[in-house]
Structures are given as C-alpha cells and as structure tokens.
C-alpha cells in the first residue's frame, strides 16, 4: 500500500512508483518531517530528524529531554507560528486574547482509499479508488482548541501527491485564521535552485532559475488572481539537475487567486518551503463550529531531472485534474474573429470567416468580445449581456443557424467577473463592484471587477449567461479575466472580515464556473485573462484549455509555450496560428501545433498558396493529435539554452510514434545540426514519414538526425514523424 503507518516506531511512510515521503509523530506529538525523495525501501530514518542543533538561544520544549530538538532547527509538517520556530509557518491562527501564538500537535490519522473533494474548491481527483490513497492527520493546538485536518494523497503510479489543510474551530471562541499554508517541506539539505515562471502581458511563464541562498525566496501574487507575473508554480533541484538529470521537485497550487511560493536556507543547512494561500491581504474569521478548507498543491518528484517531472504533471493533469467530456474526446479546430476584427465586425462579416473555414476543414468559429450591449471598444457594457442585434443583423439563434448551416460549430466570448463603468448594470448597483468605501475606485480598461463574493452579484451574471447559453446553440465559451483587483473591499461583508474579500472572490468564481459546466457539460470552455495571465490547475479543473498569450507572434511564443510546459500538458496550451509579422504560415502552424491549434486571422485574406498550407495544416492536426494530446512531452533544445534553435518532440505512451519540432529563432552561426531524440525505444525502429529511411531508436538519441540539410535560416522550421516498423 502506498500509505504505511509503523505503529511501534510511528512512522508515516508515503511512497509511489518514484518517490518516498516520511515523517514521524515525535515526542509530545510534534509531526517531523524526515524525508522527501527518491524512493527508498527504509522507513527506520528516525535519526534524520537530528539536525545538528546546538546553539543555546534556539527555544526547546522542556519537556523533551533531547537537547538536539528544537522547534528553531527541527523540520516540521506542520509548523505553527510564534512557538520556537523562526521560519516561514505553515498556520497562525489569532486567538480571543489577541496573540497569534499557535502550536499544532498531533491528535490521531486515518488512512483510506481513494480521495476526497474540496468543498467549493477544485483539486485532484481519482476515476477509480484504486488510483490513490488518502492519510488524514488531525492536529490539535492544545491552549486555544483549534484542530487542522492534514491531507496527504499519494498518486502511486505517477511519483505525485497532493497535500491540503482543513482548519476546524470546534471551541465555543471566534477566532481568526492569518495565515494557512498548504504545504510545508523542510529539505534536510540546501543545495538546491530553484526555477519559476515569471512574466507579464504578452510575456507569460518564462523560465527563471536561481541558486537557493539564506535570503528567503519566492513568488506570490497579490493581484487577485494568479496573474501574468508569476505562476503558482515552483521547482526545487539539484545545482546539476538538467532535462534529464537530477532530482526535481515541483510544486503546483490548485488555486486562481493570491498565493505565495516561498523557500530559504535555514540556518542550520535545511531548506524550507511552503505554499499557500498569500497571507498579505488575507485573513479568515472562523466563527464556533466552522471549518476553512485551504486549496491543495500538487507535489511531483523526479529523480531524472526536469522532463520526466514535466511528463508526470502531464499525464497526471490530463488523468486526475481535466474534468468532463472533454479530458479526453479530439477538440474542436476553431478560428477566432478577436485578432482580425476587433469588436468591429458583423453577423455578415462572421458569416464570410465561417464559410471560409468551412472550405477549409476548421470546424468551428468563435465570436469573441463585442457581441453584446453597446460594446464597439472596450469602454463600455460589460455586465450587459444583452446580444446587440443590430451588429448581428437578427437574433443570436438565427445567426448561429447561419453558421452550422455551413457545417461549423459557434463559441462565444464572455468576461463574467467585470463590469463596465459605462454600463446599465454598473448605474444600477455601483456597488456590486469590489471596492473600499471613501477610496476612488482604480479604474483598468475602463472596468470594475465584480464582487462575486457576494451571490446576489454571482447570480445576476449567472442568470443573463444562462438565458444565452440555454437559448442557443453554443458548443464553446471562451471565459475571459482582464484586469486584476485593486481597493480589494466588499460591500458585503463587515468591516471585520473585509480581508476575506480576495478568496471568497476565487470561490465566487469557481461557484460559477462550476454551475456552468454542470448546466453545459457538452460546452468546450476555454479560459483566459488578458492572455495567460490565469493559467494555473485550478482553472483547468473546469477549463481543459486556456489561452496561453495574447502575444501570438509564433518565435515569441516559443518561451512562453516552453516555460507553459514545465507542469502544464500540450492539451491544455491555447495556441492559435495568427497574421503576426514574424516568421512564414508553415512555421507558424508548427509551433501553434504544440497547443490546442487554431487560427486567429481573417481568412478572407489568404492567398491561394496560404489556403493550401491551412489545409494541409489541418490534415496534420488530425493527424498528429493522438501523438501530441496523448503523448509524452521531450523539450530538445530550450529557449533560455540556446538563442539560435528550439526544438521538441511527443512520443505515444506506446513509443509507437513521435512527431519532433525544430524552430530556427536566429540564422545559427554554425550550420552543422545533429538533433539527438529523446524517449524512443532503443531497440525499435522508426521510419521516417517524409524519407522512409528507417533508424533505430538507439541511432535516433545517440547520434541523432543529421539536419543540415533543413531549413535554417530565420523563422524556418521543421517536422518530422517516426512511426515505429
Ligand atoms: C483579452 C483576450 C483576447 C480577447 C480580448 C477581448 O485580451 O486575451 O484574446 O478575447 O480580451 O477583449
């Protein structure tokens, strides 16, 4: 079983396919945390928890008779705030007397099968009990009665687990939750970097890496959702830890809203790190009886480097995280009208993109913003979702029936969380926005965010989407997000839980999405925030796909898409090709190919040539859709490597076929270009599609492909598919 409790030792040891995870129920029922890695078969490590203490200021529990424990040096699960130890804490919970002193011990566990939901919060989750197994540790603060339910679910078969904190009050007192962390894991050593993703607009997840040091580290977000900036992921490897090599630790938050990433070099040699919700801007007010479930993060471990724990998020997102029919049914090709026309088109005018898209072989068109209220630019009607028939020239069924006339499937556009200033439904409740009273309101696109903490604000937007979405027949809605929260307040809430604002926000939002896709479990929902700036799990549990970045420009989109990939899987990428200046059609669809595909481009404007190239563009998505949406991701030649090429291939479960991508970014100096594959079966052999030359898999990652002879100039690129003989 992969959960094992040793009674006499009291040892819990958590192991899967590739990794272990233990920690211990030490003296006075402190949790321990002993050790996270590669799998060992031993659960007798009890004197990891000696961490060479011996300085006399470090505060000790007198009633522990070993001088070699100590709260300030000893690595903990659960590490509470104020008593003894100095790092980051995983909770503090202020208490009737004012003092945030909390102090965490273990009460009792139990160990079952299968994994449990979050209420309210999306999360991992198992087909079939067999998949996983649940430890649950209740911990108890002793002085205040305030008890914490640690959640530790261990995916076997992917070297994953997910770990989740639910905080219960069960004393007759108030009391009042600073800070909750989801998960705690104190290294025993420090020689580790540690990569994120960080960006902005048109810049989204660009791969960042840097030593761990004694200043302490991270990355959060404050904007209210999990932003452009930083993504709610982390890695901790080794120095060496490469593609290939080396252990990597990932960590992926299942939330949309603030959170923070941190980790520091204690100093006693341990590395400590934490996630969770960001405790700036948050707190929460647990009346007597109440419990507060803190969202989950998703903890991967690699002992070959950082593909491998890339592919094990991948599959286990597309397995566990992706929910409904579409997980894992073939998408829909689109082509979006946003990049071409803006919000100045017609029903006409969109009718031209579908009957060209008809011609050829994209099955569906997407109306994006502009269809509703008054909105000709984006200053205005937001929250009206009244469709404006005059600029579709009837009512929305009878132009949808003009598109699947043609034979194309309809999406729309909608951005449920805003309003506009200039809007009926902002003069008629300008205070349903977030905001604080006496502060003017920081306007951004000329929109407010609203207040979907509150359910009469939820429910308002809510029925208006429904009346379209069950009036017509639309089989996608793109979801969008475009500004973040600023004067973070509610008009709902007493000024003694105003900072609970942000979260209940996140949850007001995943109510709504989750009335969605119960209502519309057959509508394809794609998010999407001003580009990729709410690309995280939590959004994927309801989304299986998001769009990755406004900036479509293809050789710009290469260290978006690869930094995207590091945890999140190619099915997921919103990827479209577009009228961008750089790079020619063919380079474009290869690159675009890496996501879900699509096109955002007038395709009245092509030239007989282009709309050959687009056929054949879409003959190759049919075809190579099983190898990409399915396979496994190998990133060749990385971006933040090298400035010339980028290169990638998939490779079918099965190693029965691959399909490998090479970029030209900037004309290489040295022409001499040998590509050595990855995740082939050595002792098959693969036929070349395009040549019918066959290599082994050996020749194909030892020596590699000689390919001089490909394009390599700016902006080429190539495809090659193996099938296995
Ligand atoms: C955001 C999205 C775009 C488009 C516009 C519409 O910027 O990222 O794709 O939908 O909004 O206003």
């Known amino acids: ?178 800070r909750i ?32 040091t004694h200043i302490k580290q991270g990355v959060a977000s404050k904007r209210g959702s999990s932003s452009h900036h930083h993504n709610p992921f982390a890695a901790i490897v080794d120095h060496d830890c490469n593609e290939d090599y080396g252990s990597a630790y990932g960590f992926n938050f299942v939330y949309s809203g603030n959170f923070v990433f941190e980790a520091e070099i204690d100093p006693f040699a341990g590395t400590r790190a934490v996630m969770g919700i960001n405790p700036e801007g948050f707190e929460w007010t647990l009346e007597s009886g109440e419990s507060f479930s803190a969202p989950e993060v998703v903890m991967v471990y690699s002992d070959a480097g950082l593909g491998k724990m890339s592919r094990t998020f991948h599959r286990l997102y597309t397995d566990n995280l992706i929910r409904g029919k579409w997980a894992h049914i073939k998408r829909p090709l689109l082509i979006n009208n946003w990049e071409a026309t803006g919000m100045d088109f017609t029903g006409d005018k969109l009718v031209t993109f579908a009957e060209r898209a008809k011609e050829l072989g994209i099955d569906m068109l997407v109306m994006d913003d502009g269809w509703f209220g008054r909105r000709d630019d984006d200053t205005s009607s ?21 598109i699947n006339a043609l034979g194309i499937k309809f999406g729309i556009w909608f951005e449920p969380e805003m309003v506009s200033r200039d809007s009926d439904l902002y003069r008629a ?43 017509n027949k639309i089989d996608y809605v793109k979801w969008d997000f475009n500004r973040y929260l600023s004067e973070a307040g509610s008009a709902g809430l007493p000024a003694d839980r105003q900072k609970e604002t942000f979260h209940r926000f996140v949850l007001g939002t995943y109510d709504i999405l989750n009335r969605l896709t119960t ?36 050789i710009e989109r290469l260290s978006i898409q690869f930094g995207t990939s590091l945890c999140y899987p190619a099915s997921a990428m919103g990827a479209h090709v577009s009228a961008s200046r750089r790079a020619c059609l063919e380079t474009k669809g290869n690159i675009a190919l890496w996501g879900t595909f699509g096109y955002e481009l007038d395709p009245n404007t092509f030239t007989e040539e282009d709309r050959e190239t687009v056929k054949l563009q879409v003959n190759e998505y049919h075809k190579y859709y099983d190898v990409i949406h399915s396979g496994d991701l190998y990133r060749l030649i990385t971006p933040d490597k090298n400035d010339f090429r980028a290169a990638w291939m998939f490779v079918s479960r099965n190693k029965e076929a691959a399909l490998v991508t090479s970029v030209v970014m900037r004309t290489p100096e040295d022409r001499a270009f040998f590509l050595k594959l990855k995740g082939l079966d050595p002792d098959k052999y693969y036929v070349e599609d395009e040549s019918g030359e066959a290599y082994s898999g050996a020749l194909l990652m030892n020596a590699g492909l000689c390919l001089n002879n490909y394009g390599n100039a700016d902006g080429d690129s190539f495809k090659i598919y193996l099938r296995a003989l």
């Open 181 to 212: 962390m989801s998960c705690c894991v104190d290294f025993a050593t420090h020689d580790y970097d540690m990569i994120t993703l960080y960006g902005k607009w048109l810049k989204e997840r660009s791969l960042e890496r840097a030593p761990l």
């Open 1 to 178: 079983m992969p959960v094992f409790f040793d009674e006499e030792k009291k040892i819990f040891k958590l192991d899967t396919a590739g990794s272990s995870y233990i920690f211990e129920i030490y003296e006075q029922g402190y949790l321990v945390h002993l050790y996270y890695g590669a799998k060992i078969p031993d659960s007798n490590v009890t004197s990891f928890v000696d961490r060479g203490f011996f300085a006399s200021e470090c505060p000790v529990n007198i009633n522990i008779d070993n001088p070699r424990f100590s709260p300030d040096v000893s690595p903990f699960e659960f590490p509470g705030e104020g008593s003894g130890d100095f790092r980051s804490s995983a909770i503090a919970v202020r208490n009737e007397e004012g003092n945030n002193v909390t102090d965490m011990r273990y009460v009792s566990h139990k160990i079952y099968p299968g994994k449990p939901a979050i209420e309210g919060l999306p999360a991992l989750f198992v087909n079939d009990e067999s998949e996983a197994q649940t430890l649950e540790v209740l911990v108890r603060d002793s002085v205040t009665g305030v008890e914490a339910v640690l959640f530790y679910t261990v995916f076997e078969k992917y070297s994953a687990m997910t770990r989740s904190v639910k905080v219960i009050n069960p004393t007759a007192k108030t009391v009042r939750i600073e």
């Open 382 to 402: 937001l929250g009206d979702w009244i469709v404006n028939e005059e600029k579709l020239g009837g009512p929305l069924n009878k132009f949808i029936e003009r």
């Open 519 to 554: 209502d519309f479990p057959d509508i394809l929902l794609e998010g999407c925030a001003s580009g990729g700036g709410r690309f995280d799990p939590g959004m994927l549990y309801y989304s299986p796909q998001i769009w990755c970045s406004d900036d479509t420009d293809p």
């Open 429 to 471: 409740h300008p205070d349903w926005c977030i905001h604080v009273p006496r502060r003017e309101k920081s306007i951004a696109r000329m929109q407010y965010v609203l207040d979907f903490g509150r359910k009469e604000v939820r429910d308002y937007i809510y029925s208006l989407m429904y009346g379209i979405l069950s009036a």
